[in-house]
């Protein structure tokens, strides 16, 4: 698979990245075309070094999603990534689309999930169970075009198909999502839910940092890209 990196941004202690859809964030034992990887092989030839370069996984995101990632250069930002992360102060914001419209033009989600690894799918309860994390994530409805509605997504909490199976939960499968529920997917077509927003602080320089990526407008995103915010708000 030839694969170019898009690099939004880069320094010496980061590098700030657009995953594409249908790459793994990170190897598994599949063998299938990963981002670290491929960052690394990218530091690898850019500075001429012999052996591996150091590539620190901040935050991942599902195979079939895409969108915006920060990665570590060097150990020290990485572990002051990740502390970020454990404070929930890295902001992650989502596009969506889905063919339903939603109970609340806007709302806070909150439940409980369940992953089932062997069958790699989350199960979604209302009220707290054994095994189950707290889950809980804010959605807004951006607009509606032909049949679609897209809706802005910020995660609160990181789990496994969040986004996915929260939405679905309420009714509203997301386009592409065959997983949880949708039956209007069109075959070839990627899952409709992107990672557009990310901000955080930059583990050296303390600045706040906000990065901004869209899909293309083609797929479920047809025509909707009238209502993708040109910054990410707190709602």
Not at 72 to 94: G, V
Not at 142 to 158: K, S
Not at 180 to 201: E, I, Q, R, V
Request: hydrophobic letters at 35%; charged letters at 25%.
């Amino acid at each position: 698979m030839k694969y170019k990196l898009k690099i939004l941004y880069e320094d010496n202690h980061i590098i700030v990245i657009e995953k594409q859809p249908g790459v793994l964030s990170q190897p598994d034992t599949t063998g299938a075309p990963n981002l670290v990887d491929m960052v690394k092989e990218y530091l690898r030839i850019k500075y001429e070094k012999p052996g591996e370069a150091y590539v620190g996984l901040v935050q991942r995101l599902d195979r079939p999603v895409g969108g915006v990632m920060v990665l570590a250069k060097t150990s020290k930002a990485f572990i002051r990534l990740q502390d970020q992360m454990k404070a929930r102060t890295i902001k992650k914001h989502y596009l969506a689309v889905s063919g339903f419209a939603p109970p609340k033009d806007e709302d806070e989600l909150n439940h409980f999930l369940l992953k089932h690894e062997s069958i790699n799918r989350t199960s979604v309860y209302e009220e707290p169970l054994e095994g189950a994390k707290d889950s809980r994530l804010k959605y807004k409805l951006l607009g509606t075009h032909e049949g679609r509605y897209i809706f802005d997504i910020q995660l609160i909490t990181g789990r496994s198909h969040q986004i996915r199976s929260q939405m679905a939960h309420i009714g509203c499968p997301l386009l592409g999502d065959v997983k949880y529920g949708n039956n209007l997917t069109k075959l070839g077509y990627l899952l409709a839910l992107y990672a557009y927003s990310l901000s955080f602080d930059h583990p050296t320089l303390k600045e706040r940092m906000t990065f901004l990526n869209y899909p293309k407008a083609k797929e479920y995103w047809t025509g909707l890209d009238i209502f993708f915010p040109k910054e990410n708000s707190e709602h």
